[in-house]
């Protein structure tokens, strides 16, 4: 099935004013800001421009950067797709809510409908919540995102790769490696329901236009309310799919493509939000929901020197580019260095619109005083690096960061897979324990515990204390302070 066509009937559609979801609203908005967060997936610390990034620009991003706050201490809230989605919009450590990993499409269970999303904390202000992309936090209809607090929904309800495995050799997947993905289809959703499947490269390569222009229908809707929209993009997760318009344009071929053309798209946002008179008070918050992976070669992205990459607790798998404009509020071309994440954005979208926080216990904080360059702010002197199901594999405070002995992925000593195809890794490499200087060491190679004792007595004992209320399955210590997924 080719979605290109389809892709421009809905854009024509657009332009003759028929909406996608629905009707257009009428009435005013009421000064509260508009929030767009935009998520990417699998792209790694070191894949904008403005972060490093070779072979390709990205000139979007880099204004938005020029006019926002970028951060250089930024981590997701664990470093694979499920997890750290239920973390940004619950605010918690995805443990905390029960999600761990990446649910498959065989899945019995999602992201609790008690729990409260950031969708939920808006929607008290009177937000119109729209949510574009890939979900992966429950594929069956209790899960999906209209019943965790939005209003409308079109995407994919779980990663790209998996689909179904008849090789027709346009997938770039080894039959090896498809037969472990077998799936019963990829749909297309739009609110509850499916109206078509993905089923091959030619029709991935239309999601990133696909999303991007469904983006923009919803701010031109909702220009006249505030709005929440959570646009979670499919790519640069694996296999790599591109549009005619930025094939072959990058110098870092298939990979370079896609994250030029990512740029493309928030650079439509942001000209459909100066077209309606919305940039001024509207905060767009760029990140990603864990570092690359890796072992796909040149179709994986760089973690700028970072150790390791998805699926483990290092910088690398979790670090994260992160930039955040709001032009009434964000002084331009700033940097904060200071330590932040995902699970921080909840409680700052609930303080910036005096919203109530969710009744459940979270572990976000609000970070808005770092947006508004605060001298002396700093909210976030800790953060946990949870792994597995429940696995308390390091801890950081300040700039140490003690990594407790561990089973977990490595890809060091492999050969990089290429054009698509993985290469191995290994899942249960027996890391061992090491205190780490960040500020000195960011790629996590020197292990100083031995010169700085007090150090790891003291971040021990504030581990100790998170084990008290998380648990920790490599100590076999278990709480009730872990709720439930929803079944």
Same mark, same amino acid.
């Given at each position: 099935m080719n979605i290109l066509p389809q892709i421009s009937i809905g854009f024509s559609l657009l332009l003759h004013g028929i909406n996608t979801f629905g009707q257009a609203n009428t009435t005013s908005n009421n000064n509260q800001p508009n929030i767009i967060l935009i998520l990417m997936d699998d792209m790694g610390y070191g894949d904008l421009s403005c972060y490093g990034s070779t072979g390709y620009k990205t000139p979007n991003l880099d204004r938005m950067a020029k006019t926002g706050i970028r951060f250089t201490n930024f981590v997701s809230a664990q470093a694979v797709c499920s997890a750290s989605r239920a973390g940004i919009l619950t605010g918690c450590y995805p443990n905390r809510v029960g999600i761990s990993g990446a649910l498959s499409p065989s899945a019995e269970i999602g992201l609790n409908p008690s729990e409260t999303t950031i969708p939920e904390v808006l929607k008290q202000k009177g937000y119109k919540t729209g949510a574009i992309g890939k979900w992966h936090l429950g594929h069956l209809r209790q899960f999906l995102p209209l019943q965790q607090g939005f209003d409308e929904y079109l995407g994919l309800p779980y990663s790209n790769d998996m689909w179904p495995v008849a090789f027709d050799g346009t997938r770039n997947i080894p039959k090896e490696y498809a037969r472990k993905l077998a799936y019963p289809e990829l749909p297309l959703i739009k609110n509850n329901d499916k109206i078509r499947e993905i089923k091959t490269l030619e029709d991935q390569s239309g999601l990133t236009t696909l999303y991007t222009e469904t983006a923009v229908d919803f701010i031109n809707r909702n220009k006249k309310d505030p709005f929440f929209l959570y646009l979670a993009h499919s790519m640069p997760h694996v296999p790599l799919a591109v549009s005619s318009k930025f094939k072959g344009k990058s110098q870092q071929g298939l990979y370079g493509d896609v994250i030029m053309e990512i740029d493309w798209s928030v650079g439509e946002i942001m000209k459909a939000l100066e077209k309606s008179g919305l940039e001024k008070n509207t905060l767009i918050v760029f990140t990603s929901d864990n570092g690359p992976w890796l072992n796909y070669g040149n179709n994986a992205g760089s973690t700028n020197g970072l150790r390791e990459g998805k699926g483990a607790s290092f910088e690398g798998g979790q670090r994260v580019p992160c930039i955040i404009k709001w032009p009434a509020q964000i002084a331009g071309g700033t940097i904060c260095?200071?330590?932040?994440?995902?699970?921080?954005?909840?409680?700052?979208? *609930?303080?910036?619109? &005096?919203? $109530?926080?969710?009744?459940?216990?979270?572990? %976000?904080?609000? =970070?808005?005083?770092?947006?508004?360059?605060?001298?002396?702010?700093?909210?976030?002197?800790?953060?946990?690096?949870?792994?597995?199901?429940?696995?308390?594999?390091?801890?950081?405070?300040?700039?140490?960061?003690?990594?407790?002995?561990?089973?977990?992925?490595?890809?060091?000593?492999?050969?990089?897979?290429?054009?698509?195809?993985?290469?191995?890794?290994?899942?249960?490499?027996?890391?061992?324990?090491?205190?780490?200087?960040?500020?000195?060491?960011?790629?996590?190679?020197?292990?100083?515990?031995?010169?700085?004792?007090?150090?790891? *007595?003291?971040?021990? &004992?504030? $581990?100790?204390?998170?084990?008290?209320?998380? %648990?920790?399955? =490599?100590?076999?210590?278990?709480?009730?302070?872990?709720?439930?997924?929803?079944?």
């Open positions: 260095n200071k330590l932040s994440s995902t699970i921080d954005l909840l409680p700052t979208f *609930a303080a910036i619109t &005096k919203s $109530a926080l969710p009744k459940n216990k979270i572990d %976000g904080v609000n =970070i808005l005083p770092l947006l508004l360059g605060e001298e002396n702010a700093n909210p976030r002197e800790t953060f946990l690096y949870y792994y597995r199901k429940n696995s308390l594999e390091g801890i950081r405070k300040g700039s140490w960061k003690l990594v407790f002995a561990h089973p977990g992925r490595t890809y060091i000593g492999f050969k990089p897979g290429a054009d698509g195809f993985p290469g191995p890794v290994n899942e249960n490499f027996q890391f061992e324990e090491g205190l780490y200087d960040l500020r000195r060491d960011p790629g996590e190679r020197y292990d100083v515990k031995e010169y700085y004792p007090e150090v790891v *007595a003291e971040l021990k &004992k504030l $581990a100790d204390e998170a084990r008290l209320d998380l %648990g920790d399955d =490599i100590q076999q210590v278990k709480r009730d302070n872990v709720r439930e997924a929803g079944h």
